[in-house]
Structures are given as structure tokens and as C-alpha cells.
């Protein structure tokens, strides 16, 4: 690491330290540092490894149904007993998820639901646009590709068990197109005869290489003068002052978790405690395909996205809430596998396989802001399953709150 330089008052190592460099982190520390703040980085793993590595790309602003949609609760007992659902719990893990559980149930209402998609228009507006600034602005303006998002059922009926989500997006402005057959194979002529009904979302867009996009914006974020710190980090509180403690200490006039799911741990550390939970998703990634999919193909009834990437075709999805250090369950890669060639036919060649936490709340709705009782702590967590849309607008908001404190301490 750099010689410790100057901060608020000479004896801290930045004015910020950001933990985690997943894509929420790296953003949070970008735009504080083009800010005018002296930033300290720090990620235990190399930056953009954890589940900014493996989603499925996509800029989701009409993701506004949050999981917890009135019905789920009545659907859970089937979902868990069929191994293929979109969603599993491991009986194992239950009395640690319970909790979690019950405040999800909680959410569950209309009137939640209403208020949940309400906070998520507002934090994913303007999110495909700020995503191709940014692009632009790191010198990475060909990993957005602008081509929409396209909804895939087997039929009207399944439609219907999603009319509900689709119903509560045109509620907050959403605009969508729905298509027969014919239209689906205007835009997607590999999608097998599974498929008879469509909606297309025009205004959204993909992330082609989120790792490379993690890794460049942290590039970008050293060569204007930050600094990244390879380290294992603790927190730990000495009345009302914060500490950060890894290999070496580190200090800051405020520090920002923005870690996914080892933040639970850390806070804890400090007692402060967060509905964090492990939602575990899985890929596979077909290296020797191109061309499948012109766009983010959503298979609506599977829960699963088809992905075109630089590297191949990336297929995404799953609920798994189990322990995040359980071993991954197998079949669930190879359900996915199965799904894309239902959807596209013969998919040749080599396959690789991810499996992450995503950490999410119960109300789908990612804690970003100050710690009440830790006036020094920040948080950007609970991204759950839309970090990369929200990363942006959450680095936004810290920095629109944190830095009029860092010019009124000087």
C-alpha cells in the first residue's frame, strides 16, 4: 500500500475507506474519489470476483415487483418440495432462515408491495443511461449493449400467474410490448416452440462482461488517485469511535460496508445487525456459443435468464437460500443447462459453472445510508438480485449524503 496520506485531520489513513470491491463498492468508491475524497479500497478477494462475477448482466429498471409479492407465501410449500422451482430452502438451514422468513411473509401485502416497487422506480431511474456514462466515461463503452429485455411464457396462462408484477410495472410507468409467436421470432428466431407469448421491455439493457466492467471501473478509480488495498478486514468499536483492523490497521473519517454478504458478519461485529440473508444463484456459461440471443431473454416460467456475453452465452438464475458456505447442489447447474437447450436447441461445446450469495433483504429493498448508533458507518447492502442496476444510484446517494459531512469536519 501507498505511504498513508493526509486526510481530515493528518492522522487517518483517507477521509473514506470502502469495503468490497463488487461492483457496489467499486462504484461507491469511483465517485467519491471523482469527488474531490481521498478513498481507501479494500477487498479481501480480487475486485469483482464475488457475485459481480456471476450475474446475469442485466440493467433491470422495470425490476420493480419485489420478491415477496402477495401469493408467495400460499406458492412457498410447493415451490420447496419441487426440486426444479425456481426457489429452494435446505431444511438444514431453516432455524437460521426463520427469522428472515418471517419478516418476508410480513412483506407479503399488497400495500408492501406497492411501497417497495414505489422506492425501487426511484432508485433505478435513469439507471441504463448513468450505466452508459459510466461505461463511457471508464473507456468501456462496448460492454452496454442496448437491445431491450424479452419476457418468454409457454402460454397465456402462464402469463397470467405473473399479471400481478406486470400490472404493478405499468402502475409506475413501465412500458412494455406483448407478442404472439410470430413477433417472438422477429427478435429471437432460436427460441424453441416451448414458447407461444412475449413481452418485451424496449429500454433496457445488458451488462456483456460485468466482471471486466468491475475491473475496469476499479482501474479507473486508481488512476485517478485512489488506492486499493488487497486485505481481510474486521470491524470493531471502541465506545463511539469505528475500527478497522486487517492485516494492518486502517483508519477513516468514515467507512462504507458495501461487502454483500460477508457484511452481515462485520456489522455484527460492531452490533449492528441488518435482515441479510444468502440467496444462492447459479450459472452456467456456454464458452463456444454465440449469436444465441440478441439480448437478455428472460424464460419467465424457469426463472432464468439467457445471457449473450463476451464470453459465450450465460445462463442465470435460481433461489437457493442455504448456508453461503454449503457445498453447490449439482442439479441445480444442470436444470439450467437443460432449460437453455429447451429454449434454443443443441448448445455444443465447453460449460463453465458459478454459484454466489446474493445478499438480499426481506423486503427487496437494498439498506443504503448513515448508521444511526456508528455515526462513522455507512451501508450499501441488500442489493440482493439487482446490485448492478442499482450500483450507480446507491454510489450516488452515499456520496450526496457522506461528503457535505467530510467538508463540514475540515
Known amino acids: 500500500m501507498a505511504e498513508p496520506r493526509s486526510a481530515l485531520d493528518g492522522a487517518a489513513d483517507a477521509d473514506v475507506i470502502v469495503i468490497g470491491a463488487g461492483i457496489i463498492g467499486a462504484c461507491i468508491a469511483y465517485t467519491l474519489r471523482r469527488r474531490g475524497a481521498d478513498v481507501l479500497l479494500i477487498e479481501a478477494d480480487e475486485p469483482g470476483r464475488g457475485c459481480s462475477y456471476g450475474n446475469s448482466g442485466a440493467l433491470s429498471t422495470a425490476s420493480l415487483a419485489p420478491l415477496a409479492m402477495p401469493g408467495i407465501v400460499s406458492a412457498l410449500p410447493r415451490m420447496l418440495l419441487d426440486p426444479d422451482a425456481p426457489l429452494k430452502l435446505d431444511p438444514a438451514y431453516l432455524p437460521r432462515a426463520l427469522p428472515w422468513l418471517l419478516q418476508f411473509a410480513a412483506s407479503a401485502t399488497r400495500a408492501r408491495a406497492?411501497?417497495?416497487?414505489?422506492?425501487?422506480?426511484?432508485?433505478?431511474?435513469?439507471?441504463?443511461?448513468?450505466?452508459?456514462?459510466?461505461?463511457?466515461?471508464?473507456?468501456a463503452p462496448e460492454l452496454i449493449l442496448q437491445r431491450g429485455q424479452l419476457h418468454l411464457y409457454p402460454d397465456e396462462t402462464a402469463f397470467g400467474k405473473d399479471r400481478a408484477a406486470w400490472e404493478l410495472r405499468a402502475r409506475h410507468g413501465v412500458r412494455y410490448q406483448l407478442l404472439e409467436r410470430n413477433g417472438i421470432l422477429e427478435l429471437e428466431p432460436r427460441i424453441g416452440a416451448r414458447y407461444r407469448c412475449g413481452v418485451?421491455?424496449?429500454?433496457?439493457?445488458?451488462?456483456?462482461?460485468?466482471f471486466r466492467y468491475v475491473r475496469r471501473l476499479v482501474a479507473a478509480f486508481v488512476q485517478d488517485g485512489g488506492r486499493l488495498v488487497r486485505d481481510r478486514v474486521r470491524l470493531r468499536r471502541d465506545r463511539a469511535a469505528l475500527h478497522c483492523d486487517g492485516v494492518q490497521r486502517y483508519s477513516a473519517a468514515h467507512i462504507v460496508v458495501a461487502a454483500g454478504i460477508e457484511s452481515r458478519a462485520l456489522l455484527h461485529n460492531v452490533d449492528v445487525r441488518v435482515p441479510l440473508?444468502?440467496?444462492?444463484?447459479?450459472?452456467?456459461?456456454?464458452?463456444?456459443?454465440?449469436?444465441?440471443?440478441?439480448?437478455?431473454?428472460?424464460?419467465?416460467?424457469?426463472?432464468?435468464?439467457?445471457?449473450?456475453?463476451?464470453?459465450?452465452l450465460r445462463v442465470g438464475g435460481t433461489v437457493e437460500i442455504a448456508a453461503p458456505s454449503r457445498a453447490p447442489d449439482e442439479r441445480r447447474w444442470d436444470?439450467?443447462?437443460?432449460?437453455?437447450?429447451?429454449?434454443?436447441?443443441?448448445?455444443?461445446?465447453?460449460?463453465?459453472?458459478?454459484?454466489?450469495?446474493?445478499?438480499?433483504?426481506?423486503?427487496?429493498?437494498?439498506?443504503?445510508?448513515?448508521?444511526?448508533?456508528?455515526p462513522s458507518l455507512w451501508l450499501a447492502i441488500g442489493h440482493g438480485h439487482l446490485g448492478l442496476t442499482q450500483s450507480v444510484a446507491t454510489a450516488q446517494r452515499i456520496a450526496e449524503d457522506l461528503l457535505p459531512l467530510r467538508q463540514s469536519a475540515r
Open 114 to 139: 406497492e411501497r417497495a416497487a414505489h422506492a425501487l422506480q426511484a432508485l433505478h431511474a435513469g439507471a441504463v443511461e448513468a450505466h452508459v456514462a459510466l461505461a463511457r466515461e471508464i473507456g
Open 335 to 374: 436444470r439450467l443447462a437443460d432449460f437453455a437447450r429447451e429454449a434454443l436447441g443443441d448448445l455444443p461445446g465447453r460449460i463453465d459453472r458459478w454459484m454466489g450469495n446474493r445478499p438480499c433483504t426481506p423486503t427487496s429493498l437494498p439498506i443504503i445510508g448513515g448508521c444511526e448508533s456508528l
Open 200 to 210: 418485451l421491455i424496449p429500454d433496457q439493457a445488458t451488462v456483456v462482461n460485468p
Open 277 to 312: 440473508i444468502s440467496q444462492r444463484g447459479y450459472h452456467v456459461m456456454f464458452r463456444d456459443v454465440a449469436n444465441a440471443v440478441s439480448r437478455s431473454v428472460v424464460l419467465a416460467d424457469r426463472k432464468v435468464f439467457l445471457t449473450p456475453m463476451e464470453e459465450g
